[in-house]
Each structure stands twice: as C-alpha cells, then as structure tokens.
C-alpha cells in the first residue's frame, strides 16, 4: 500500500502536524509501506529529517497513485471528493473542529472527542487510543534527576511565544524553589534575575528534547502534540493551553488529572501568582508528580498509529465504489 502524508510546520502553527505525520512514516515504513510527504516543514526541520532516514520522498500533493492520504491540516477544505477521485482513501486527522472535514475514515485522538456530527463519513476513530506517537517517544525510558529538580519547558516550534515563556521562567523564580531548567524556544524570552540555588539554559527546539524529557522531573508544556508526548512518558506536567484549538484538549487532561493547569497563555500575565502556586505545589511535592506520571502513563501507550494503519488496510479494496491501485 502507497501513502501520501500531507501536513505544514510554519513559525506560526508550530510542528506539531509534522510530528504526527512522521510517526505515520515510522509505522507505515515498518510495515514495509512506500511513503511520500507533501507540505512545507519550516521550523520543524529537525522533525523532518526524520523523513529522510526512513526514505520517505518528497512530493508535490496530488494523490495520484496512491492507495491512501493522511491530511493533518487545519487550512485545508473538502478533499474527499478528489482524493477519492484520483483512487485513493482520505483518512483526516482532526483535533475537535479543527481540521474537520468529510473522509472516509476521520482520526480525532483528542483525551475527551466532544460530539461531532455526522458529515457522511464513513469510519470515525475517537479518543487518545488513536494518539500518533513517534518510535523515539516510544523508546524513551526515564531517570529523572533531580535534586534540584530539573524543569524542561518547551512550548512548541512558534518564536511568538518567547514572551510567554518568559513569563513562565518569572512565575518559576518566584516559586523560590531550586531547580535546573532547559528552556526549548526560538527566539529571545525575557529571564528573571534569579536565586544562587536556580538555573536557566535556554537553546532553539531540536531532537534533543527526548533526552530532556528522559531526565525531566516537571515539565511545563503546551496542551498540544508535546503534551501527548510528555504523557507516554510518563512526565509530570504543568500544562498551558496555548491557543484556541488547544482548549477541548487542555480543559480534558486537566479534568482527568493528567496535568496540573496553567490556564491559558492570553492571561498569563495577569494571574502569575496563581502559576507560581501551581508550579511550587509540583516542584515541591513528589506524591503529586508521582499522581500524575501513572494517570498520564496509563492513559497514552504510544499504539495509535498502528490502529489507524489496521483500519487503512482493512478498508483497501474499495472507496465509495472505486478501485485503489
């Protein structure tokens, strides 16, 4: 079976579409499938390079050819209907109406899918069970380090969100707590003067997270792919919800005592002596971080792309009445 990914990374969107469709390559590649990308990969060029240790190609979006497409897009409309054309299955990730679209099988791995009407595709996979997770994720064991505690922000690939970073990395000094923190951000965040007893090192996103996150005893992250993985990990996280289509995610994993909540970035700077509460109760309380790490661990195994490819490969055969190649 040939498949087409199809997904942007911008410094304004992040990498996060990019990350899920490299652990479809992984998998897809495992299973002995020819690959090809379409999109842009700006900011996630060190995501991308993934692609070419896997011998996946890269092509222009036409799903001729091809026996199935993955789209993970949200500025992308209705493309059932000339996928399906060309003879090809459309499988469309979708993060709650982000991204929503017809298709023939529709992937919302979100931690709580709010009720979606029916559009007339044919097969809906709900839940994070469909969580696409790369094979280094997978593979990454942890040893946390501390004391101090180390602290491992990352906020995704955006360079808009120095500022907020920066004022995380203040509500942290003020928790007057020690601690060891690698910041993962482009661009330039304000820092805090801080005590003898705290750190900060601050360096651009690059695969060098994982071994972060291996060593990490509280992670402060955004509400989006980095947190599904700091999940499998195991990681205890403070999350923050940092845009709109992050919010459904954000407001389930904190209901479901996956993460302790941040709110959201736009009220940041009002509220940071709530923050710096949240953030003192997980550098101080190792019962907490340990409360976390299970649900979160018991809640994201990493499989998600392998029940989706079994779904693809079950329905390989026929598309609304045309034949794949």
């Known amino acids: 079976m040939k498949l087409l990914l199809r997904a942007d990374a911008s410094a304004s969107i992040g990498a996060g579409h990019v990350a899920r469709m490299v652990a479809y390559a992984e998998r897809a590649v495992a299973r002995g499938f020819p690959v090809a990308f379409a999109g842009r990969v700006d900011n996630a060029e060190w995501l991308a390079s993934r692609f070419d240790e896997l011998g996946v190609s890269r092509v222009p979006f036409d799903a001729s050819g091809f026996d199935a497409v993955v789209v993970d897009h949200y500025g992308l409309g209705d493309l059932r209907a000339e996928v399906n054309a060309a003879g090809a299955l459309l499988v469309s990730i979708e993060d709650d109406v982000f991204g929503r679209r017809p298709a023939d099988i529709v992937v919302d791995s979100g931690f709580a899918p709010s009720l979606r009407p029916d559009d007339g595709s044919d097969v809906v996979l709900r839940g994070i069970e469909y969580a696409p997770l790369r094979d280094v994720v997978r593979g990454t064991r942890r040893a946390p380090s501390g004391p101090p ?27 007057e707590l020690p601690f060891a923190a690698d910041v993962l951000v482009r661009g330039e965040p304000p820092l805090p003067d801080l005590r003898p007893d705290q750190s900060i090192r601050v ?18 992250s955004a509400a989006g792919v980095t947190f599904v993985e700091l999940c499998c990990l195991g990681v205890p996280t403070a999350a923050v919800q940092l845009v709109d289509n992050q919010e459904p995610g954000y407001r389930a994993a904190v209901e479901l005592g996956l993460a302790a909540g941040l709110g959201a970035a736009s009220t940041l700077a009002g509220r940071l002596p709530e923050v710096t509460g949240v953030l003192r109760s997980l550098l101080s309380d190792p019962a907490l971080r340990q409360r976390l790490s299970a649900t979160a661990s018991s809640t994201v195994d990493g499989r998600g792309v392998d029940r989706v490819l079994d779904q693809v490969e079950s329905r390989t055969g026929s598309v609304r009445g045309a034949s794949y190649r």
Do not use: E, M
Request: hydrophobic share 50%.
């Open 203 to 220: 360096a651009a996103p690059s695969p060098a997270l994982l071994d972060l996150f291996a060593t990490t005893d509280v992670a402060v």
């Open 149 to 175: 505690p180390h602290v491992t922000v990352a906020l995704g690939g955006g360079d808009q969100w120095a500022p907020t970073v920066g004022l995380l990395l203040h509500a942290l000094r003020d928790t």
